[in-house]
């Protein structure tokens, strides 16, 4: 079985850092491999341009049959964010890497 | 005097107004009549050009006789200069909405008749502005004191006026920063006993989010003028941006009716922040229900769920971005949902009206002393059977 790859942003996920990440999360979308992890777990704070970008992404995922996997611990400022705007049930959401791979 | 000046308007200018306002009461003795326009940030009353001497500066809200007629809508009197004869302040209101102030100068003390024809005379003075301003940019130019970028010039043509009260209802809002406003939208409209309202922010910032915004706001005007109801005006709105931009744009937004008579309140939340009752004029709770998604994103998602609440008599209900309760204290701290509720109890609590309390809530979020502002702040605050409609209407007062 191949790797998943992983993705790992830190700290505040702003329009600054979104624009920052944004080649990286091109290259995943334009990529053939199968799994993506994006790992939210060390990022404390995600504006609405970070959910647009994980939500472009996911959408990208969807039209080619690949698989995204967003790591977001519970009580973390990812998993919160989710929660709150409605969208959790769009993505599939693992507390922790382990567990999005088992 | 009011017959001679409706007489005048028929053929009148925008630019021409003031001076047409500012001539009719000289035939009750009035030497000089000098029209003052709130500006943007609603911190400074402006002269308007035409009226009055052409060397008038500004004068602040805080701390003026004219600010106090603005913003406490009474009816003033001060001495005219050197002792000499008086001066009245009288708030421009546009119903309810507050434009700004007239001075009036008499040589000789004014009789309370004269005081009451006065009221009436501003009254059609400031209708008379806000008709003639959808047709020259002499008011509109006025209230700005700070160069206004194009994604705000956008939204403030989309919005409504920014206060209206009638029987049971008091609504007023607020859009900031005012002359860099990126991409949040708020809108009412009161139909046969229901108020319909509603508060967007698009993801984003700038002319390309206030782009979004525009279209989800069109879509929800078209909806509610169909006579859709909350599900279809969801539909609506998530057909129209995720239409138009099928990338991730998005916008969320919170959009309710209110029965007038019940209290009934029914809203749809799209992954926006939950409504907040203040509620015994202190105690501040968040309206929870189960989130929809935003608008106009590509994924499947669950379908939304019509929440609902009843108001209590005299209940404050607030709308609001994000922005608002993430702006920032001096001390980099964040304001926080507690803190915005706070302060709007601690405001309701000394008597202030809604608008009053938003224009200080603005002040304390976006003065440049006092924080500073990393997103677009919008709040619509609305008070239910308060009684407090009837504070907005002229007061005369000492």
């Known amino acids: 079985?191949?790797?998943?790859?992983?993705?790992?942003?830190?700290?505040?996920?702003?329009?600054?850092?979104?624009?920052?990440?944004?080649?990286?999360?091109?290259?995943?979308?334009?990529?053939?491999?199968?799994?993506?992890?994006?790992?939210?777990?060390?990022?404390?704070?995600?504006?609405?341009?970070a959910l647009g970008a994980i939500i472009q992404l996911q959408h990208r995922f969807n039209g080619q049959g690949r698989s995204l996997s967003v790591i977001a611990p519970p009580g973390s400022a990812a998993a919160v964010l989710l929660e709150l705007t409605g969208v959790r049930s769009s993505f599939s959401v693992f507390p922790s890497r382990d567990a999005a791979t088992a | 005097m009011i017959d001679e000046l409706l007489r005048r308007t028929h053929l009148c200018a925008p630019s021409d107004l003031a001076a047409v306002i500012a001539d009719p009461p000289r035939r009750i003795g009035a030497r000089s009549v000098v029209l003052y326009l709130i500006d943007y940030e609603q911190q400074s009353l402006v002269p308007l050009p035409?009226?009055?001497?052409?060397?008038?500066?500004?004068?602040?809200?805080?701390?003026?006789?004219?600010?106090?007629?603005?913003?406490?809508?009474?009816?003033?009197?001060?001495?005219?200069?050197?002792?000499?004869g008086q001066r009245l302040w009288l708030p421009l209101l546009d119903g309810t909405e507050?434009?700004?102030?007239?001075?009036?100068?008499?040589?000789?003390?004014?009789?309370?008749?004269?005081?009451?024809?006065?009221e009436r005379y501003a009254h059609l003075a400031a209708m008379l502005i806000a008709t003639k301003t959808a047709y020259g940019d002499v008011f509109e130019v006025a209230r700005r004191r700070a160069p206004m970028t194009i994604a705000s010039e956008l939204l403030w043509q989309l919005a409504p006026p920014l206060l209206f009260a009638t029987?049971?209802?008091?609504?007023?809002g607020m859009l900031e920063p005012c002359y860099d406003n990126g991409g949040d939208a708020l809108d009412y409209a009161v139909n046969a006993g229901v108020l319909h309202v509603g508060v967007f922010d698009a993801m984003g910032h700038g002319l390309a989010a206030a782009g979004v915004a525009a279209f989800a706001l069109s879509a929800y005007?078209?909806?509610?003028?169909?006579?859709?109801?909350?599900?279809?005006?969801?539909?609506a709105m998530d057909d129209a941006v995720g239409a138009q931009f099928p990338d991730a744009r998005y916008v969320t937004a919170v959009f309710a009716q209110l029965d007038l008579e019940s209290g009934r309140l029914t809203w749809i939340s799209a992954g926006h922040p939950p409504p907040l009752v203040i509620r015994h004029g202190r105690l501040a709770r968040t309206l929870s229900a189960p989130p929809a998604a935003p608008l106009g994103i590509p994924l499947q998602t669950p379908a939304p769920v019509v929440a609902e609440e009843s108001l209590e008599p005299g209940d404050l209900l607030l709308l609001y971005t994000d922005g608002l309760t993430e702006a920032r204290h001096p001390d980099g701290q964040m304001f926080t949902v507690a803190g915005v509720g706070e302060f709007?109890?601690?405001?309701?609590?000394?008597?202030?009206?809604?608008?009053?309390?938003?224009?200080?809530?603005?002040?304390?979020?976006?003065?440049?002393?006092?924080?500073h502002l990393n997103d677009d702040a919008t709040a619509v605050l609305l008070e239910w059977r308060r009684g407090s409609e009837v504070d907005l209407l002229p007061q005369t007062a000492e």
Do not use: W
Not at chain 2, 59 to 66: C, D, E, N, Q
Not at chain 2, 99 to 116: C, K, N, Q, Y
Not at chain 2, 345 to 366: M, Q
């Open chain 1, 1 to 49: 079985m191949i790797d998943p790859v992983v993705i790992a942003p830190k700290g505040e996920l702003d329009l600054h850092a979104v624009r920052a990440l944004a080649p990286q999360l091109d290259d995943a979308g334009g990529a053939d491999y199968p799994h993506l992890i994006m790992d939210l777990s060390a990022v404390t704070l995600l504006d609405s341009t």
């Open chain 2, 344 to 371: 709007i109890e601690r405001e309701a609590a000394a008597g202030l009206v809604a608008p009053e309390t938003l224009r200080r809530l603005r002040n304390a979020i976006v003065d440049r002393q006092a924080g």
């Open chain 2, 221 to 235: 005007r078209h909806s509610r003028r169909r006579g859709c109801g909350l599900l279809e005006t969801y539909a």
């Open chain 2, 167 to 172: 029987d049971r209802l008091v609504i007023a």
């Open chain 2, 50 to 84: 035409g009226s009055g001497r052409g060397d008038l500066a500004p004068l602040s809200v805080a701390g003026t006789i004219a600010g106090r007629a603005f913003s406490t809508t009474s009816v003033l009197r001060s001495s005219g200069s050197e002792g000499i």
């Open chain 2, 98 to 118: 507050r434009l700004g102030a007239i001075e009036m100068t008499f040589d000789a003390p004014v009789s309370e008749r004269t005081v009451m024809v006065c």
